[in-house]
């Protein structure tokens, strides 16, 4: 693990998670990398799937769904595999993803939610307990 990175956003809205994964997404794409994105449930799924399409001006992210066997550069899903295929996991999910010492970058978004901060501060702990030094980015505001 090359580098773990917490996003705190500045709101509890889910659709700001979601949003903040597409810009995070759309960054890495941009760099070459591939990217497991880590979501709760199918509805979330759903959610960024849309989002993947719309979130700016032009924008489409090629993206599937890891049920799918999709083989896209971004993978929507509920546990990334086993073995590493992408560089960037972001996690939406409460826990950490399984094997995630395995990947080069982990990415944690957290929404303002008194549940979700508390899980996040254990991830944290967790990665740090583990030798790794997470950043953490606390944003004012999602554009």
Same mark, same amino acid.
């Given at each position: 693990?090359?580098?773990? /990175?917490?996003?705190?956003?500045?709101?509890?809205?889910?659709?700001?998670?979601?949003?903040?994964?597409?810009?995070?997404a759309?960054?890495?794409?941009?760099?070459?990398?591939?990217?497991?994105?880590?979501?709760?449930?199918?509805?979330q799924?759903?959610?960024?799937?849309?989002?993947?399409?719309?979130?700016?001006?032009?924008?489409?992210?090629?993206?599937?769904?890891?049920?799918?066997?999709? /083989?896209?550069?971004?993978?929507?899903?509920?546990?990334?595999?086993?073995?590493?295929?992408?560089?960037?996991?972001?996690?939406?999910?409460?826990?950490?993803p399984?094997?995630?010492?395995?990947?080069?970058?982990?990415?944690?978004?957290?929404?303002?939610?008194?549940?979700?901060?508390?899980?996040?501060?254990?991830?944290?702990?967790?990665?740090? /307990?583990?030798?790794?030094?997470?950043?953490?980015h606390?944003?004012?505001?999602?554009?």
């Open positions: 693990m090359e580098r773990i /990175d917490f996003y705190i956003l500045a709101s509890a809205e889910p659709r700001a998670a979601a949003f903040f994964a597409c810009r995070l759309d960054k890495a794409f941009a760099q070459g990398l591939r990217i497991f994105v880590r979501v709760r449930d199918r509805q799924a759903e959610l960024l799937d849309e989002l993947l399409w719309t979130f700016r001006q032009g924008s489409f992210l090629p993206h599937g769904f890891a049920e799918d066997g999709a /083989d896209e550069p971004i993978v929507l899903g509920t546990q990334p595999p086993a073995e590493p295929s992408h560089e960037l996991i972001i996690n939406l999910a409460a826990e950490p399984a094997n995630w010492e395995r990947y080069q970058r982990l990415a944690e978004v957290v929404e303002q939610e008194p549940g979700q901060l508390e899980q996040a501060r254990m991830r944290f702990r967790l990665y740090r /307990d583990h030798g790794h030094t997470p950043n953490y606390k944003l004012e505001q999602e554009s």
